[in-house]
């Protein structure tokens, strides 16, 4: 499956969550618009069940389900790629472990020429952030606009905005070059599929 161009991205809310309550809002997000979703979890009970039945939900929406951090699950699932962080494997690992096909994503804070390297290794896309305060990372050090503007005019994978993006404070970062905006409380604190219609009319405009 190939990674989207544009619109919602989603990272699956899991605190405190069952599994049941996690699928049931993930296809609400579906239902609203959202074409990627990341399988995030802390701390998962089960996270081969849970992560194979998000797959299926995925697969009937048409969107891609990404692992975030987990190759060996993403792996052992047949997930349709894998999100890599600061601490994670190399992207060539991940090729390796998954197939060629496989989307492989990178966190690249708000280093530019991180984004430049990993693009040149192989990257299907390039995630930036964060860009406001967020819940879900309240320590992540902060990105700055400016970054998407020069990463619009130097990479051609699609950027990924993530961190604190509400439907009134996205279009800033689409205007200044994302193509996908990553989003965890925005959808999932409320009603995820009036939530995600909500983000999808950003696209729209």
Do not use: W
């Not at 619109?7 to 809310?13: A, E, F, K, N, S």
């Not at 609400?28 to 039945?53: H, S």
């Not at 699950?73 to 060539?92: C, F, N, Q, T």
Request: aromatic residues 6%; hydrophobic residues 40%; proline residues 4%.
């Amino acid at each position: 499956m190939k990674f989207p161009h544009r619109g919602l991205y989603v990272i699956t809310q899991t605190e405190n969550k069952s599994a049941t309550t996690i699928i049931a809002e993930v296809t609400a997000a579906l239902k609203g618009g959202a074409v990627v979703v990341q399988y995030r979890d802390k701390n998962p009970e089960d996270a081969k069940a849970l992560a194979t039945q998000l797959l299926e939900i995925c697969h009937q929406y048409h969107a891609p389900l990404i692992v975030n951090d987990d190759i060996e699950l993403a792996a052992a699932i047949g997930a349709d790629g894998v999100h890599l962080g600061r601490e994670d494997e190399s992207i060539e690992t991940a090729r390796q472990r998954l197939n060629q096909d496989a989307i492989i994503g990178v966190s690249c804070y708000d280093d530019l020429d991180k984004a430049l390297a990993m693009q040149q290794a192989g990257a299907d896309y390039v995630a930036f952030g964060r860009f406001f305060p967020s819940t879900s990372k309240p320590l992540a050090s902060p990105a700055h606009i400016e970054t998407l503007r020069r990463a619009k005019r130097s990479i051609s994978v699609p950027i990924v905005a993530i961190g604190g993006i509400l439907p009134d404070n996205g279009d800033q970062l689409l205007a200044a070059g994302a193509d996908l905006l990553a989003v965890i409380g925005g959808v999932f604190d409320d009603d995820p599929e009036q939530a995600a219609r909500s983000y999808q009319r950003l696209f729209e405009q």
